[in-house]
């Protein structure tokens, strides 16, 4: 679903960038590199895809890991566990409105799409629907040795990115 869409995509070739959000994973440092780049481009066609994922599995789990523990009663447990989908959404799209502002100014083209499911999996479905020259994900807070030992989805969306030849991958730490 496309939820805004800034500009004209029809007069040429665009420098396309993919920065893909989540409802577990932003980084301000993510966001400040891609509009570096975009910078870079030198360029006034620049189209900046923000890829916004709500990660439902994610959020099951956490509500699963709080109602195993059972140390809240279960109208206060699903108050505090809407309570965190609603501060994640809502850092997202603070996020996003940065970004939008950015471009605006800048005039760059934006187009903001919103999904839900997998964050690897979304990701590498956008990118193959909407063709960009970089990618940029943040990886989760998880320590390196659990990455290293039970994989990220940063690291399967930049390894799956380079097989199918879907861009360049950034990720930010």
């Given at each position: 679903?496309?939820?805004?869409?800034?500009?004209n995509?029809?007069?040429g070739e665009f420098m396309r960038i993919l920065l893909a959000l989540s409802t577990s994973r932003y980084s301000v440092q993510l966001i400040e590199s891609a509009l570096e780049e975009a910078a870079r481009a030198n360029r006034m066609d620049v189209l900046i895809l923000v890829l916004y994922i709500?990660?439902?599995?994610?959020?099951?789990?956490?509500?699963?890991?709080v109602g195993d523990d059972g140390f809240l009663g279960a109208s206060i447990q699903q108050d505090v566990l809407t309570a965190l989908q609603e501060t994640h959404h809502r850092m997202?799209?603070?996020?996003i409105e940065e970004v939008r502002r950015v471009a605006e100014e800048q005039n760059y083209q934006l187009?903001?799409?919103?999904?839900?499911?997998?964050?690897?999996?979304?990701?590498?479905?956008?990118?193959?629907k909407h063709p960009c020259d970089v990618i940029y994900v943040t990886r989760d807070d998880r320590p390196f040795i659990s990455r290293f030992l039970f994989?990220?989805?940063a690291d399967r969306v930049a390894r799956l990115a380079k097989k199918e030849g879907l861009g360049r991958v950034v990720i930010d730490d």
């Open positions: 679903m496309v939820v805004a869409n800034i500009g995509l029809a007069n709500i990660e439902q599995d994610e959020l099951n789990a956490v509500s699963q890991k997202a799209m603070q996020r187009e903001i799409h919103e999904s839900t499911g997998s964050f690897s999996n979304e990701v590498i479905a956008f990118a193959e994989g990220s989805e």
